[in-house]
């Protein structure tokens, strides 16, 4: 948060309504990514608030967050069914009477005609909006969002599916958003690896100062230490450049053998870029994370490039007959071990003819662990053309989900240090079996 | 929500904290897991609200919702850096001083003993808590939570790091919550696949109404309608029992063609325990998902008895060495055809020894798409032993990972009713390619 307290003209709310989200049955993945446009083009959002189906609770929320921001967005709540809400929200706010929006409906005909239906009646109230209102045409849906100002407030009410909202938005609501006159943000981010997160703020010390600008902040997530530094102010353009810069140069000072990534893309991209850009390729051999790593990977588009593809390798069976681990390996050591790992990598790499490949094998819990190979305990083993394999074992705390993702990551990561071919092996913290 | 307003003892609220999250780099799943067991318990939880690492927005939002609820959550902001706000803000809300509390320091002192470090000093702060106030152990990191009271309301402050919160939510926060006197509350969730949400709310009428008790919703996400029953009042057990069930059976009679569960259990949890009940096994084949539907299996603790593996053949060449996708289909058909995705399952049933093989093949997005084969073109194709292939395309709207989640739950719904062996294909909705 920039030290001086903005002005309404410069802050921003996400209000995200439904029942669905305040019981706890869907996750909000909305207001993050709001989030991260809205704070990209400059403006400071000052809170996320979830509201049930409730209208009483939604106009209030409607009514505190427009007295504060001059930008609302608003998703949910815009569905044909009788729990959704922002419509009359809408209407009682601005005491005005909803109208029906003859283009509109003819939308959300055309929309059920395209898919040779005929429009349940029940739609018909998605064509409804207030008065002075302005409807967004959604050509992903039949909800369509709609756009009211309030004093010096926008609303700008989109639906709740990412499918619908997103594009939506892109098109209907960031053009509108302008940054704030003559304040110029500048944010950076440096990942790092190896070092706790207290380690990495007793490293940075003043540099994490709250009243500094830029300013600098720390947050840790699945092993990796993320510094964001964000420098908020009046100041020319080239005097902004100059004070961000002396700040990463401080960062890099204190913490650069931790340093990962001078960006903010995340892990597998970056190790997806570092491939691509040796001409390299990668195969994958999955026991315990079951195509986390996989899926981590081919989340990132154009990601063909440097990934062949690989095997789950759930069951014994699996190892045996798809990547050729000898049955004798696994009597002796059991399917988590280092002997396994090597050869789940090293039958990976032969037969995808990749440059490299990851194997992990672990006991992801909650069962299955034992006094010898506690639930946490995970081998990953990585294997490379022209190259010793690096083999490592790990203990992971946390819940079954959290120690498959954090596997995964630490399987990049390893990949991450030899295609860097940064020296001896600090990392993550490595255990020993 | 309930037609009567609860009281403040049966209103709960959940308060995060971060720039991190404000600013969308992070993703806020604590809300969800917290309202989740909040409503639970019984309590109606009235808002989630994130806010910034910002004094005052903090202490506004905590004393906003500690106003009007008798159980207030907050998570986030108890960490060591000068970012971390969580204790000055009760400090300030209370107004009493921070006094260092020696059991937890010699707490925090053995966490880094154990890992053989010595505690840096800046974790020092962490042993600080409001005069008035409790610390809760924390087994899994260094930042003891903090409980205080304020007027009739409890504040429950929690780290931000799930595998640290939740522990500590279930040992020392859920035991102090109790349902408010008198009042039961019943829910009961159907899942059905193959209509539209309207289509659901239509056929449910004035079952949805929102004076009705017990109160019928309903929710969309990735081609599954899930409908939502609540029952909240001060009837006796019995009575409340026998209206809940009255109201399942009128959703089963308007529905009941296009139900696939009657439990809140996710879609991969119902599949397994209908392959374990039949004694059968699954595997799977995935291009364009790229591991997302083995992840979502092996997500589900215990699937290795009815989840076998299987391939990730991102590349042409993985589909033609790993599961013997004959190149001259490749050649004719492409990549993306009924015939690949046909071959691919049967590949990877007859390798695999299992009952089942899925197999996905598609054109996620952004790049790829072509006239004949737009983004979104995606090939399912299920091979069973002893049955006719069942191959179906399909058209999926959204961006890339919309396109692969969609995908892979597709996947498993074709599965899922082949197990629960319904009557013709409606399922969601196919094109003709």
Known sequence: MPQASPSAAERAAVISIGDELIIGQSL?????????RLTSIGLTVIEHATVPDDLDLLVRAIRRLADACDTVILTGGLGPT????????LAQLL???LVEDSASLAAIERWFTRSSRVMPERNRVQALRPASGTHLPNPNGT???????????????????????RPMFEDHVRPRLTSPAGRLIRTRVVQSAGLGESEVAQRLGGLMDRHRNPLVG???SGGIVTVRIRDESADPVNVVDERVEHTVREVRRVIGDAIIAENDRPLPANVIERLRQRGQRLAVVESCTGGTLGQMLTAIAGSSDAFVGGWITYSNDMKTSSVGVPLELLAAHGAVSAEVAQAMSKGGLDLSGADHALAITGVAGPGGGSNEKPVGTVWISL???????????????????????WSAITALLMLDQRLRAVGPARLLRQTTP
Chains 1, 2 share one sequence.
């Open 95 to 97: 005491n005005e009477p």
């Open 143 to 165: 909800a369509p969002g709609i756009r009211v100002s309030r004093g010096s407030a926008t609303l700008h009410c989109l639906p709740g599916p990412p499918s619908e909202m």
């Open 82 to 89: 009788a729990d959704d809400l922002t419509r009359d929200a």
């Open 28 to 36: 909000d993945t909305n207001s993050k990514w709001l989030s991260e």
């Open 383 to 405: 294997a490379s053309r022209d190259q010793p394999p690096d083999v490592r074992c790990f203990r992971i705390p946390g819940e079954r989900e959290a120690v498959r993702i």
């Open 218 to 220: 720390t947050t840790a």
